[in-house]
């Protein structure tokens, strides 16, 4: 019914057996040039030490302020969040809605699952809840956009410093350190080790042999 | 046939229904339901709302001497200067190219699916992930709409308002989101002969 190592290139559909890969190395799709997989080494530990850093940096990213502003003996300053309660006032609750989504909640559920993943996967056979939260993982990826707006931030810091004295806050920093910290997350896991040892959902259809040296071979 | 959640390749029972994968439970097809519907509704839904997000201001500018609306092609001309004009740049390529290239990109690519092109589906499946890789950036301008109205507020002086073309904008940067995800780049290479593929 179903074997492990066999793979279908998400991209054309070519039907394919992974060759063992040397620790760092990656195998792509002879026909479409997609990466099939890629040898990482640690991935379990280094998503884990990651998920928690990034973790750390979104909490304080999202609580302290991100641009001040000092104009005709005024100041003023925003976070994160309220930027998006900014438009849901002034009547533009989809963009509003959206802001919230892709700054806030994306990388909050990005951030959250992963760790979850990486602490579920730490056992030999990690749990069908594992794969359950796994499966979103993609998702929250797409949608969570904090290096598009930290470059968005960016911009319009530049443009309002034009009228005003712009102050950039703790927060700024934070958002920066935590694109790099998020890449480096998303880069060193590796989804096909935990789909490999996951408990499957059709105990019947299982395979009775351990995949591990399987899907290596 | 490949998991789309978990890529366990597994033979269908034989029959009527292609069943759930057995190893993390997600429903099966061969290929994306309606993937090609799908793309081309969400696609014409962003090109309709590609129109007021250009003709319409996203931001409003009031001072004492009166205000003023900016839509996004304003926004990168008024930036245009002898020190902003990187900044315009960014603009520009992230609010005006990229989204029309997306439109244009997968509208030709599902032309070519419908049409069964077998040429180049090398260069065809490049260019889908191309468009896969870029399309948040054109987020840009909505984060620096967001911010400077929830900076600029130093009424009576200044103070800068979100304006309605800002949620038809939004709109065309997640319809099109939306729309490289219904498409199943599989499809590409469904035209070619078996033969010619595993070459």
């Known amino acids: 019914m179903a074997d492990p190592s066999l793979i279908a290139c998400p991209h054309c559909d070519l039907l394919q057996r992974l060759p063992a890969l040397p620790a760092g190395g990656s195998a792509r799709c002879p026909r479409c040039d997609r990466e099939l997989a890629r040898a990482r080494p640690d991935a379990a530990t280094r998503s884990l030490a990651l998920s928690l850093a990034a973790a750390c940096l979104f909490v304080v990213a999202n609580a302290v302020p991100m641009l001040g502003l000092r104009a005709a003996g005024r100041d003023a300053s925003t976070t994160v969040i309220g930027g998006a309660i900014h438009l849901w006032t002034h009547d533009e609750r989809m963009v509003a809605a959206l802001v919230l989504c892709t700054a806030v909640l994306a990388p909050g559920a990005q951030i959250a699952l992963m760790l979850a993943v990486a602490l579920g996967a730490r056992a030999a056979r990690p749990a069908a809840w594992v794969g359950a939260l796994l499966r979103h993982q993609p998702a929250a990826r797409t949608w969570s956009m904090i290096e598009v707006m930290l470059l968005g931030v960016l911009v319009a810091l530049i443009k309002i410093a034009d009228y005003a004295n712009v102050i950039p806050g703790t927060a700024l920093f934070v958002l920066a350190g935590l694109v790099f910290v998020l890449a480096a997350m998303q880069a060193s896991f590796d989804a096909r080790d935990v789909w490999a040892r996951v408990v499957w959902a059709d105990a019947a259809a299982e395979p009775a042999a351990d995949l591990g040296p399987e899907l290596a071979s | ?199």
């Open chain 2, 1 to 199: 046939m490949s998991c789309p959640a978990c890529a366990l390749v597994s033979r269908p029972p034989r029959g009527a229904d292609a069943g759930r994968c057995p190893r993390c439970d997600e429903p099966l097809a061969f290929r994306a339901a309606n993937s090609i519907q799908r793309t081309w509704a969400f696609l014409i839904a962003a090109a309709i709302c590609y129109v007021p997000a250009n003709l319409l201001p996203v931001l409003t500018t009031t001072t004492p001497q009166g205000s003023e609306s900016d839509t996004i092609l304003q926004g990168v001309v008024l930036l245009w200067s002898p020190t902003g004009w990187p900044l315009s740049l960014i603009v520009l390529v992230a609010s005006i190219m990229i989204p029309s290239a997306k439109i244009l990109a997968l509208a030709y690519l599902l032309l070519s699916v419908q049409r069964g092109w077998v040429a180049n589906p090398g260069s065809r499946t490049r260019a889908y992930r191309i468009v896969e890789l870029i399309g948040r950036w054109s987020m840009v301008d909505v984060f620096v709409d967001t911010f400077t109205a929830a900076l600029v507020q130093l009424k009576p002086l200044m103070a800068v308002e979100p304006a309605p073309g800002l949620a038809f904008f939004a709109a065309v940067v997640v319809l099109t989101m939306l729309a490289v995800e219904a498409f199943d780049p599989r499809l590409i290479w469904d035209a070619i002969p078996a033969e010619e593929r595993h070459a």
